[in-house]
């Protein structure tokens, strides 16, 4: 499969833990999103690289998230002090400049 | 402030049956329009954007700026629609997508 790769598929972690999720874009795509989804809802906007710059951040991202893109390839979101709010699925995305914006199959969070 | 709506959380369906799935948006701006489908275990993709005016898998969908809308539409719904449809709205060029909450298709046999 040469689509967006998201690893961990499942993460169990207890409050207060931190944990750390991993996405691979399409090669060569230059655009890299992080999304969240919470049961019932759908995609909400989270941020967003150019390359190895992140360019844009949602009030979602409070100071507990922290993502990067260190070689303007693969992206790491980091949640810190983990909350049961923060059980959610998570998205990434990439694209290649303004073009279509393909999906990975999510990490699954849980906050027990 | 920007908003896709989706009214319906499950539209069920027989087939063969016209399937219409509602989305209506709030944006000042120029709109983007898109619908997105994710089968069962599947990721989310897209599956079609106004801008293309075309027609996948029999569905279409026109962007109705005088009535804030982009339904989607199909003649005839099959058992494999079955899926949950996202209308997503795009703004400015930085690709950001505002999701509405997503209608459940059921087609029944």
């Known amino acids: 499969d040469t689509g967006v790769s998201q690893n961990p598929r499942h993460k169990i972690t207890k409050r207060g833990q931190n944990v750390t999720f991993r996405c691979d874009p399409i090669?060569?795509?230059?655009?890299l999103y992080w999304y969240r989804q919470t049961l019932g809802q759908g995609p909400e906007f989270l941020t967003y690289?150019?390359?190895?710059?992140?360019?844009?951040k949602s009030r979602l991202l409070s100071d507990r998230f922290s993502a990067e893109r260190p070689k303007g390839s693969f992206s790491t979101l980091e949640i810190q002090r983990t909350e049961q709010g923060d059980s959610a699925m998570y998205l990434c995305?990439?694209?290649?400049?303004?073009?279509?914006?393909?999906f990975g199959q999510g990490t699954r969070l849980t906050v027990v | 402030a920007q908003r896709v709506t989706q009214p319906e959380k499950l539209l069920s369906v027989f087939k063969g049956a016209p399937v219409e799935l509602k989305c209506n948006y709030s944006?000042?701006?120029?709109?983007?329009l898109f619908w997105y489908v994710q089968y069962s275990r599947q990721r989310l993709q897209l599956l079609l954007r106004?801008?293309s005016r075309e027609s996948i898998k029999g569905f279409t969908a026109d962007l109705n700026k005088g009535e804030t809308s982009f339904h989607l539409k199909k003649p005839f719904a099959q058992e494999e629609d079955s899926a949950m449809y996202y209308c997503?709205?795009?703004?400015?060029?930085?690709?950001?997508?505002?999701f509405g909450s997503g209608t459940r298709l059921l087609v029944r046999p």
């Open positions: 995305a990439s694209s290649q400049g303004e073009g279509r914006p393909f």
């Open positions: 090669s060569e795509h230059n655009r």
């Open positions: 690289f150019q390359n190895e710059a992140q360019l844009e």
């Open positions: 944006y000042s701006g120029s709109p983007e």
């Open positions: 106004h801008i």
């Open positions: 997503a709205l795009g703004m400015d060029s930085s690709y950001k997508l505002i």
